[in-house]
């Protein structure tokens, strides 16, 4: 998605922003929650989208994206949201610059990629009647003459509330601004200060195990290197970790081909859990009340019992997996974006672990040498899942690996819990 700039009577609007939906309710928590996702997923400028619900568009300051600049894709949410209330609406309409702007919303949520324009009337006309494929729509905008059932046309100038004297009325909440704002900075100035002297008092204590910290991660790094360095004195290419994992897809596979060989549910005993990794799958057990281990071993009578007889296992191997795959990864920023896209399609809760930051210096030291390495690691765990095989299709990419599957049984059917890494360009 490119964020697109267009002007309307001397203002500057922005459309293309990428949307996420907050789930915190509280203002403080939901600025907490604003900054996370910005850095996560590496934007500086933001705007709130405030109506029956909340979420915030992000994107990154350039030479022509400035703060300051109004969202329009806010603009339209707000309009729609006092004129008819609509949740679900798709609004459509020819910009003056002769680009077509997009809007979708859905459940009161701007869709991550509802925020777009196309170069091309054929391109946005696609995308609509792709949309509405899906489901439907309490509010439908777009071109009379595309002959949309129920559709009105209305331009993105027709929204823009105005003031009595005919100009337009543009509120400051529909403004980009930054994530971290100097404002925030200046009022925590005062707690800065106090910060930046107790750092003072305590770096003498400090400074001589610092010292020694240092000594030893420069001599570990130094014998990192030399691993790296060939009897010709060549630099080695690093070897990629995900090259000696299996494919996700492939894991997943293996782990539903066991499943399907093992009996689940033997008399008087319910389903505990099951979980897929380290080349095993196991699944365990509890006795309901007339629950007998001696029935239990019938079925499984390699079934393994805890100490005190409250659970029950069974173990199988996952086999001999196909692993040796060296494809190119994609920019990290890229493949956040995409994953945190599919999970807000498919209603899951997906969360990463940020990057393990580098080794922080003391003031005059050197950084010891980090060794050979062209990638970063993402950490990714996605919940509440009742169709494992098509939100792992969805998610899966180059250098994409798990290393867990976990399931419980809940009310007739198994709800899933995913864990690996992604492997990304820096």
């Known amino acids: 998605m490119a964020a697109h700039i267009f002007n309307i009577e001397g203002t500057g609007f922005i459309a293309g922003l990428f949307w996420q939906t907050l789930s915190e309710s509280s203002n403080g928590d939901r600025n907490k929650e604003v900054k996370s996702l910005a850095k996560e997923l590496s934007f500086n400028l933001h705007v709130l989208c405030n109506t029956s619900a909340h979420c915030v568009g992000f994107v ?18 707000k309009s729609m949201d006092v004129e008819s209330g609509a949740r679900d609406f798709i609004f459509v309409s020819h910009l003056p610059d002769g680009e077509w702007l997009y809007i979708a919303q ?18 946005a006309k696609s995308r609509l009647l792709e949309d509405m494929s899906l489901g439907e729509w309490a509010v439908v905008i777009a071109p009379s003459i595309w002959g949309i059932k129920n559709s009105i046309e209305r331009s993105f100038v027709d929204i823009i509330p105005r003031k009595k004297n005919g100009k337009l009325e543009l509120h400051k909440w529909w403004k980009l601004s930054h994530v971290e704002s100097s404002k925030a900075l200046a009022n925590h100035k005062g707690k800065m200060i106090v910060a930046v002297a107790l750092i003072g008092a305590s770096f003498v204590g400090f400074k001589y195990y610092k010292d020694y910290q240092h000594k030893k991660e420069m001599e570990a790094a130094a014998a990192l290197a030399a691993q790296q360095i060939d009897a010709q004195g060549n630099i080695l290419p690093p070897e990629h970790p995900w090259k ?11 782990c539903m081909d066991a499943l399907s060989n093992i009996r689940l549910f033997p008399g008087n005993w319910s389903i505990s859990g099951l979980n897929c990794s380290n080349g ?43 692993t040796g795959y060296d494809e190119e990864v994609n920019q990290e920023n890229q493949r956040l974006v995409e994953m945190y896209s599919t999970a807000q399609k498919y209603g899951v809760k997906f969360t990463v672990t940020p990057n393990a930051q580098p080794v922080q210096t003391l003031p005059g030291q050197t950084a010891p040498a980090a060794p050979l390495k062209d990638w970063n690691e993402i950490h990714w765990k996605v919940d509440d899942i009742a169709l ?12 994409f690996r798990m290393n867990a599957m976990n399931a419980t049984w809940q009310n007739g ?14």
């Open 60 to 77: 990154n300051e350039s030479q022509t994206i400035k703060s300051g600049m109004l969202s329009a894709a806010a603009i339209i949410s």
């Open 106 to 123: 859905r459940d009161g949520l701007i869709l991550p990629d509802g925020d777009l324009v196309f170069a091309s009337e054929d391109a």
């Open 244 to 254: 000696t994992i299996p494919l996700a897809s492939d894991m997943l596979g293996a």
């Open 280 to 322: 095993n799958l196991t699944v365990s057990w509890t006795p309901k009340d007339k629950g007998w281990i001696e029935h239990l071993k019938v079925i499984h009578p390699n079934a393994i019992i805890s100490t005190d007889g409250s659970l029950a296992s069974v173990s199988a191997p996952l086999g001999e997996l196909k």
């Open 388 to 399: 494992p095989e098509s939100v792992l299709a969805a998610l899966d990419a180059n250098g």
């Open 413 to 426: 059917k198994f709800t899933w819990t995913m864990e690996g890494i992604q492997y990304v360009k820096p």
